[in-house]
């Protein structure tokens, strides 16, 4: 059977202002988030991004949402919270390295990680937050000889099948297990050291309440000036209307069937988050693609956040990282 994609029609997107002109977008990774299970390739056709801009949903999205509202007991959210290093864990103990396709789409989305090949003689030091196996930090190393990277994650486990890949090179990576919401980099990277820092599919990955705790923590070994480069699941995205009833944690927020979570983020919501912390929003798009599913002859629309957000060149204020935040 053939896959028949339905593109939106104009009047079935809207926004809250008047937006800036679209923009084409080149997104073309052979894995289009952190969970994207049994889907193939991104279909061809153009892509176009706008701020503030959001998918209508249909009647019967609508009423599969207003349906689903009851949320899971606070002891089982208690309980998902506890053991999210663990479930993270056996996740990719069941997988290992074969769920992802390596991220080869990095430096046409970002130009922040492309200066090395750009400038004779560049050289780029980043930090990779939340690295998984390292999808995308060993094509962005293969690619770029002149970078360093700092790569850490929250699963032990992803960490040791990043040091066994054949490609990993200590003198120009350096990979460390890391909680994110309570560990120091400081501990692992010198401060203000990092040209960027990029968090692919991570965020949506920690609970809400502790989002501030990662951005707090990235910024201190970011150099004034310099950015997050951020992707993630959109507000709408076809896995968010996936979840069945029971699996709803809190507004946009869910876990799946192996107890890993993930949240739906809105652009204001995650403007607010990096305001706060201390940023300057530089980028903030949704960008809107469709997924392609040959086997089941589906074509799904899927819906990215993808946002720059610098850390300014002024003095900035003193961020304290709470590194007593039970987890």
């Known amino acids: ?20 002109p679209l923009h084409p977008a080149s997104f073309t990774p052979g894995s289009a988030g952190s969970r994207e299970e049994g889907t193939s390739p991104l279909s061809e056709p153009q892509v176009l991004s706008r701020r503030d801009l959001t998918r209508i949903l249909s009647s019967e999205e609508e009423e599969k949402l207003k349906r689903d509202q009851a949320l899971v007991s606070d002891f089982k959210q208690q309980k998902l919270e506890k053991e999210a290093q663990k479930n993270w864990d056996l996740f990719y103990k069941r997988n290992s390295t074969n769920f992802f396709k390596d991220r080869h789409w990095t430096t046409r989305e970002f130009e922040e990680l492309r200066s090395c090949r750009e400038f004779e003689d560049q050289k780029l030091t980043i930090l990779e937050a939340g690295c998984g196996v390292g999808n995308c930090l060993f094509p962005l190393l293969e690619e770029d000889p002149g970078i360093f990277a700092y790569a850490c994650d929250f699963s032990p486990r992803a960490v040791e099948y990043v040091k066994q890949n054949p490609l990993y090179d200590t003198e120009r990576c350096k990979v460390f297990q890391c909680d994110l919401t309570k560990d120091d980099l400081l501990e692992h990277v010198p401060p203000e050291s990092v040209d960027a ?10 609970h809400p309440d502790k989002m501030h705790l990662v951005l707090q923590n990235v910024y201190k070994v970011l150099k004034p000036g310099r950015s997050v480069l951020f992707r993630d699941y959109g507000l709408y995205d076809h896995a968010m209307l996936r979840f069945k009833a029971g699996s709803k944690l809190a507004e946009n927020f869910y876990v799946r069937q192996d107890g890993t979570r993930s949240y739906f983020f809105t652009d204001e919501f995650l403007a607010r988050l990096f305001l ?19 086997k089941e002859g589906l074509c799904v629309p899927r819906v990215f956040l993808q946002s720059k957000f610098r850390k300014s060149q002024k003095t900035p204020v003193p ?7 039970e987890s």
């Open 319 to 325: 961020v304290t990282l709470d590194l007593g935040h």
């Open 276 to 294: 706060d912390a201390g940023y300057e929003e530089e980028v903030n798009e949704y960008v809107f693609r469709e997924t392609v599913n040959k």
């Open 197 to 206: 820092v990029t968090l692919i599919f991570v965020l949506s990955a920690v």
């Open 1 to 20: 059977m053939t896959a028949q994609c339905v593109r939106p029609k104009p009047e079935t997107l809207q926004t809250s202002h008047l937006a800036p």
